[in-house]
């Protein structure tokens, strides 16, 4: 079965401050998709980054960059000279690439960015 | 292109009422999900659909049904609701198969159960 884990319930970073998000995840499956989703206040969620799990190249988006440590089942977010628009709840997810293709996701961090 | 819609965007039933939370999508996903989010506890998946006629079950399906007669629509229906059923209800859809596909979402529906 697939487990997504995010262990740090809060976060505070203080603006232009890098700050990291991380997640652990459990998979029987060779081959899946990590993604980190952002969620503002109002509540739409937001896709920040996905990674391929057969990749070993971490990606990148502008600010935000991953760490995969594969043999790890570990995949933490960074995200590089804060702003306070990057407040927001922050949740870790993966999806299988069998059969039903689902996703699961983790209970989030709360990302606070103070001026 | 409208992306994912949902309806109502709010709702308040009594114990033991029945209704229907509506998701829509206008991409021609294959791929539609319901979740519920509640404090500390995430977003778990409720029921799932890899096609029309097709479903399954999540994490949390109990008191919940779903249909999927069509590619664009996937009811959620609460048979009795009950207060443990209060929560905010998202619907999302992705393409299906295998490749990096990103779920898109709708923007909710807090349901309150008194």
């Known amino acids: 079965a697939q487990t997504v884990t995010q262990s740090q319930p809060e976060m505070s970073v203080q603006e232009a401050e890098t700050v990291t998000l991380s997640c652990t995840y459990d998979?029987?499956?060779?081959?899946?998709?990590l993604f980190w989703y952002k969620q503002p206040p109002s509540r739409q969620m937001i896709l920040v980054i996905r990674?391929?799990?057969?990749?070993?190249q971490n990606a990148t988006e502008n600010r935000f960059s991953v760490n995969f440590q594969k043999a790890a089942k570990s995949f933490s977010l960074k995200i590089s000279d804060s702003q306070l628009g990057d407040a927001a709840m922050y949740f870790c997810?993966?999806?299988?690439?069998?059969?039903?293709?689902?996703?699961?996701f983790g209970t989030g961090t709360r990302l606070k960015v103070l001026a | 292109n409208a992306g994912v819609t949902q309806t109502p965007k709010f709702q308040v039933l009594k114990t033991g009422q029945s209704m229907t939370l509506q998701c829509a999508q206008d991409m021609n996903h294959e791929y539609m999900s319901w979740y519920r989010q509640d404090p500390g506890m995430g977003l778990r998946l409720i029921h799932y659909s890899v096609g029309a006629g097709i479903t399954d079950q999540g994490e949390v399906p109990n008191g919940y049904n779903v249909s999927r007669s069509t590619t664009e629509d996937f009811p959620l229906r609460l048979l009795s609701a009950a207060p443990s059923q209060t929560s905010v209800y998202f619907c999302a859809s992705s393409y299906g198969g295998t490749g990096n596909r990103e779920q898109y979402f709708g923007p909710g529906t807090r349901l309150t159960v008194t």
């Open positions: 997810a993966s999806r299988s690439t069998s059969g039903t293709y689902k996703y699961i």
């Open positions: 998979t029987s499956e060779s081959d899946y998709y």
């Open positions: 990674q391929e799990a057969y990749k070993q």
